[in-house]
T-cell receptor
Framework: GQNIDQPTEMTATEGAIVQINCTYQ??????LFWYQQHAGEAPTFLSY??LDGLEEKGRFSSFLSRSKGYSYLLLKELQMKDSASYLC??????????WGAGTKLIIKP | DGGITQSPKYLFRKEGQNVTLSCEQN?????MYWYRQDPGQGLRLIYY???????QKGDIAEGYSVSREKKESFPLTVTSAQKNPTAFYLC????????????FGEGSRLTVL
Protein backbone atom coordinates (compact mmCIF):
# COMPACT_ATOMS: atom_id res chain seq x y z
CA GLY A 1 0.00 0.00 0.00
CA GLN A 2 0.91 3.64 -0.22
CA ASN A 3 1.97 5.46 2.90
CA ILE A 4 3.10 8.91 4.01
CA ASP A 5 4.51 9.30 7.52
CA GLN A 6 4.88 12.54 9.44
CA PRO A 7 5.18 13.24 13.18
CA THR A 8 1.79 14.00 14.69
CA GLU A 9 2.86 17.03 16.69
CA MET A 10 5.96 19.16 17.28
CA THR A 11 6.71 22.07 19.59
CA ALA A 12 9.23 24.84 18.97
CA THR A 13 10.13 28.25 20.34
CA GLU A 14 9.53 31.59 18.66
CA GLY A 15 12.64 32.68 16.75
CA ALA A 16 14.08 29.17 16.55
CA ILE A 17 14.38 26.68 13.66
CA VAL A 18 12.28 23.53 13.24
CA GLN A 19 12.51 20.63 10.80
CA ILE A 20 9.41 18.60 9.95
CA ASN A 21 10.16 15.24 8.37
CA CYS A 22 8.12 13.26 5.87
CA THR A 23 8.84 9.73 4.67
CA TYR A 24 6.89 8.11 1.88
CA GLN A 25 6.30 4.77 0.24
CA UNK A 26 4.29 5.19 -2.94
CA UNK A 27 3.80 3.45 -6.26
CA UNK A 28 5.90 5.80 -8.32
CA UNK A 29 6.89 9.38 -7.66
CA UNK A 30 5.98 12.52 -9.57
CA UNK A 31 6.66 15.22 -7.04
CA LEU A 32 6.23 16.11 -3.38
CA PHE A 33 4.22 19.02 -2.01
CA TRP A 34 4.11 20.79 1.34
CA TYR A 35 1.01 22.69 2.42
CA GLN A 36 0.28 24.78 5.50
CA GLN A 37 -3.13 24.58 7.15
CA HIS A 38 -4.25 26.81 10.01
CA ALA A 39 -6.95 25.35 12.25
CA GLY A 40 -10.36 25.40 10.59
CA GLU A 41 -8.99 26.81 7.37
CA ALA A 42 -8.02 25.51 3.94
CA PRO A 43 -4.50 24.29 3.15
CA THR A 44 -2.24 26.71 1.28
CA PHE A 45 0.66 25.71 -0.95
CA LEU A 46 4.18 26.10 0.44
CA SER A 47 6.58 24.18 -1.80
CA TYR A 48 7.10 21.59 -4.51
CA UNK A 49 10.07 19.26 -4.99
CA UNK A 50 10.56 16.82 -7.84
CA LEU A 51 14.37 16.65 -8.00
CA ASP A 52 16.75 15.85 -5.16
CA GLY A 53 18.01 18.77 -3.19
CA LEU A 54 16.96 21.85 -1.32
CA GLU A 55 14.43 24.43 -2.46
CA GLU A 56 14.53 27.70 -0.53
CA LYS A 57 11.71 30.19 -0.33
CA GLY A 58 12.20 32.90 2.24
CA ARG A 59 12.02 31.50 5.77
CA PHE A 60 10.85 28.13 4.45
CA SER A 61 12.98 25.48 2.73
CA SER A 62 12.10 21.99 1.54
CA PHE A 63 14.47 19.11 0.91
CA LEU A 64 13.96 15.91 -1.08
CA SER A 65 15.86 12.62 -1.34
CA ARG A 66 14.08 10.31 -3.76
CA SER A 67 16.41 7.38 -3.08
CA LYS A 68 15.52 7.52 0.62
CA GLY A 69 11.83 8.36 0.15
CA TYR A 70 12.38 11.33 2.43
CA SER A 71 11.63 15.01 2.58
CA TYR A 72 11.77 17.70 5.22
CA LEU A 73 10.35 21.17 5.62
CA LEU A 74 12.64 23.61 7.41
CA LEU A 75 11.15 26.69 9.03
CA LYS A 76 13.54 29.41 10.21
CA GLU A 77 13.02 32.42 12.48
CA LEU A 78 9.79 30.97 13.74
CA GLN A 79 6.88 33.32 14.31
CA MET A 80 3.71 32.74 16.31
CA LYS A 81 1.72 32.78 13.05
CA ASP A 82 3.61 29.66 11.95
CA SER A 83 1.53 27.66 14.43
CA ALA A 84 -0.39 25.41 12.03
CA SER A 85 -0.51 21.92 10.60
CA TYR A 86 1.94 21.08 7.83
CA LEU A 87 0.80 18.54 5.25
CA CYS A 88 3.10 16.45 3.10
CA UNK A 89 1.67 15.02 -0.14
CA UNK A 90 3.21 12.89 -2.90
CA UNK A 91 2.05 12.48 -6.50
CA UNK A 92 2.18 8.80 -7.39
CA UNK A 93 2.67 7.12 -10.77
CA UNK A 94 -0.94 7.94 -11.70
CA UNK A 95 -0.41 11.59 -10.76
CA UNK A 96 -2.79 11.17 -7.83
CA UNK A 97 -1.91 12.95 -4.59
CA UNK A 98 -1.33 10.80 -1.52
CA TRP A 99 -1.57 12.84 1.70
CA GLY A 100 0.06 12.46 5.06
CA ALA A 101 -2.01 13.08 8.19
CA GLY A 102 -0.16 16.32 8.86
CA THR A 103 2.14 17.61 11.59
CA LYS A 104 0.68 20.05 14.09
CA LEU A 105 3.34 22.63 14.93
CA ILE A 106 2.96 24.53 18.19
CA ILE A 107 5.07 27.67 18.64
CA LYS A 108 5.74 28.87 22.18
CA PRO A 109 6.91 32.39 23.11
CA ASP B 1 -9.83 38.46 -7.45
CA GLY B 2 -9.41 34.91 -8.71
CA GLY B 3 -10.18 32.15 -6.32
CA ILE B 4 -12.29 29.21 -5.30
CA THR B 5 -15.46 29.61 -3.25
CA GLN B 6 -17.22 27.01 -1.19
CA SER B 7 -20.59 27.33 0.47
CA PRO B 8 -22.01 26.96 2.97
CA LYS B 9 -19.18 27.17 5.50
CA TYR B 10 -21.23 25.35 8.14
CA LEU B 11 -24.10 22.96 7.51
CA PHE B 12 -26.24 20.84 9.79
CA ARG B 13 -28.19 17.90 8.47
CA LYS B 14 -30.61 15.43 9.91
CA GLU B 15 -30.02 11.77 9.27
CA GLY B 16 -31.65 10.64 6.05
CA GLN B 17 -31.32 13.99 4.28
CA ASN B 18 -29.24 14.71 1.21
CA VAL B 19 -27.21 17.93 1.20
CA THR B 20 -25.34 19.67 -1.58
CA LEU B 21 -22.11 21.60 -1.10
CA SER B 22 -21.29 24.26 -3.66
CA CYS B 23 -17.85 24.87 -5.20
CA GLU B 24 -17.13 27.58 -7.76
CA GLN B 25 -13.77 28.69 -9.19
CA ASN B 26 -12.80 31.55 -11.48
CA UNK B 27 -9.18 30.50 -11.95
CA UNK B 28 -9.90 28.89 -15.33
CA UNK B 29 -8.60 25.58 -13.94
CA UNK B 30 -9.49 22.40 -15.80
CA UNK B 31 -9.30 20.07 -12.80
CA MET B 32 -11.47 20.16 -9.69
CA TYR B 33 -11.47 17.91 -6.64
CA TRP B 34 -13.44 17.11 -3.51
CA TYR B 35 -11.63 15.94 -0.40
CA ARG B 36 -12.80 14.90 3.01
CA GLN B 37 -10.71 15.70 6.09
CA ASP B 38 -11.14 13.90 9.41
CA PRO B 39 -9.08 14.45 12.57
CA GLY B 40 -5.81 12.53 12.56
CA GLN B 41 -6.12 11.47 8.93
CA GLY B 42 -4.77 12.72 5.65
CA LEU B 43 -7.02 14.25 3.06
CA ARG B 44 -9.06 11.61 1.28
CA LEU B 45 -10.20 12.06 -2.30
CA ILE B 46 -13.93 11.70 -2.93
CA TYR B 47 -14.29 12.67 -6.60
CA TYR B 48 -12.32 14.57 -9.18
CA UNK B 49 -12.97 15.99 -12.63
CA UNK B 50 -10.52 16.98 -15.34
CA UNK B 51 -13.01 18.10 -17.96
CA UNK B 52 -16.60 19.26 -18.20
CA UNK B 53 -19.19 16.47 -18.15
CA UNK B 54 -16.66 13.94 -16.91
CA UNK B 55 -15.60 12.93 -13.40
CA GLN B 56 -13.88 10.03 -11.67
CA LYS B 57 -14.35 8.32 -8.34
CA GLY B 58 -11.70 8.82 -5.72
CA ASP B 59 -10.87 6.56 -2.80
CA ILE B 60 -14.09 7.14 -0.82
CA ALA B 61 -16.83 7.91 -3.39
CA GLU B 62 -19.53 5.72 -1.83
CA GLY B 63 -22.46 7.80 -0.57
CA TYR B 64 -21.44 10.89 -2.58
CA SER B 65 -22.31 12.23 -6.02
CA VAL B 66 -21.01 15.08 -8.16
CA SER B 67 -21.68 16.86 -11.44
CA ARG B 68 -19.51 19.00 -13.72
CA GLU B 69 -21.87 20.81 -16.06
CA LYS B 70 -19.71 23.93 -16.20
CA LYS B 71 -15.95 24.36 -16.00
CA GLU B 72 -16.35 26.73 -13.05
CA SER B 73 -18.63 24.57 -10.91
CA PHE B 74 -18.26 21.20 -9.17
CA PRO B 75 -21.01 20.64 -6.58
CA LEU B 76 -20.90 17.68 -4.18
CA THR B 77 -24.01 15.94 -2.87
CA VAL B 78 -23.71 14.01 0.36
CA THR B 79 -26.47 11.45 0.20
CA SER B 80 -28.25 9.59 2.97
CA ALA B 81 -26.26 6.52 1.92
CA GLN B 82 -23.09 8.03 3.39
CA LYS B 83 -22.88 6.34 6.78
CA ASN B 84 -20.59 8.79 8.54
CA PRO B 85 -20.91 12.16 6.80
CA THR B 86 -19.84 14.46 9.63
CA ALA B 87 -16.53 15.92 8.41
CA PHE B 88 -14.72 18.91 6.95
CA TYR B 89 -15.09 18.97 3.16
CA LEU B 90 -12.57 20.72 0.96
CA CYS B 91 -12.94 21.60 -2.71
CA UNK B 92 -9.82 22.30 -4.76
CA UNK B 93 -8.82 23.12 -8.31
CA UNK B 94 -5.62 22.97 -10.32
CA UNK B 95 -4.08 23.31 -13.73
CA UNK B 96 -3.56 20.01 -15.56
CA UNK B 97 0.23 20.09 -15.34
CA UNK B 98 2.71 17.86 -13.52
CA UNK B 99 3.51 20.60 -11.04
CA UNK B 100 -0.07 21.81 -10.73
CA UNK B 101 -0.51 22.89 -7.16
CA UNK B 102 -3.95 22.69 -5.62
CA UNK B 103 -5.89 25.81 -4.71
CA PHE B 104 -8.39 25.12 -1.98
CA GLY B 105 -11.70 26.65 -1.03
CA GLU B 106 -12.31 27.64 2.59
CA GLY B 107 -14.01 24.35 3.37
CA SER B 108 -17.47 23.29 4.47
CA ARG B 109 -18.04 21.71 7.86
CA LEU B 110 -20.97 19.29 7.79
CA THR B 111 -22.51 18.03 11.00
CA VAL B 112 -25.17 15.34 11.06
CA LEU B 113 -27.54 15.66 13.99
Amino acid sequence: GQNIDQPTEMTATEGAIVQINCTYQTSGFNGLFWYQQHAGEAPTFLSYNVLDGLEEKGRFSSFLSRSKGYSYLLLKELQMKDSASYLCAVKDSNYQLIWGAGTKLIIKP
Amino acid sequence: DGGITQSPKYLFRKEGQNVTLSCEQNLNHDAMYWYRQDPGQGLRLIYYSQIVNDFQKGDIAEGYSVSREKKESFPLTVTSAQKNPTAFYLCASSMLTDTGELFFGEGSRLTVL
